[in-house]
Nanobody, 124 residues
């Protein structure tokens, strides 16, 4: 059984930082891509960033470039999202997802396994 578990969300003031973590277990192969998505109330789920197993291929949506950093520790089956200089518009539920086909995509439909999400709230 595949499990994806996020942690690290919370409430911070604008300009603050949070680091999200996501642990994946139960996959028979480790050649999977990991993506972070977010969804604010009344909005569609949005791809934030993604990293392949090699850690070379990744993307960021324009609104987080220079502020967020994705990284991956394959030995721990864990992916991180370091979020700095947080803004109120970053407020959302953040989800981690695994794509067992191994490539990055900003389309939620490409991902096979999802976590339950961790809430990030940024106040002004």
């Amino acid at each position: 059984q595949v499990q994806v578990v996020e942690s690290g969300g919370g409430s911070v003031q604008a300009g603050g930082s949070l680091r999200l973590s996501c642990i994946v277990s139960g996959l028979t192969s480790d050649d999977y891509a990991m993506g972070w998505f977010r969804q604010a109330p009344g909005k569609e789920r949005q791809g934030v960033s993604c990293v392949t197993r090699s850690g070379i291929t990744s993307y960021y949506i324009d609104s987080v470039k220079g502020r967020f950093t994705i990284s991956r520790d394959n030995a721990k089956n864990t992916v991180y999202l370091q979020m700095n200089s947080l803004k109120p518009e970053d407020t959302a539920m953040y989800y981690c997802a695994a794509n067992r086909d191994g490539y990055c995509s900003n389309l939620p439909v490409r991902y096979n396994y999802w976590g339950q999400g961790t809430q990030v709230t940024v106040s002004s």
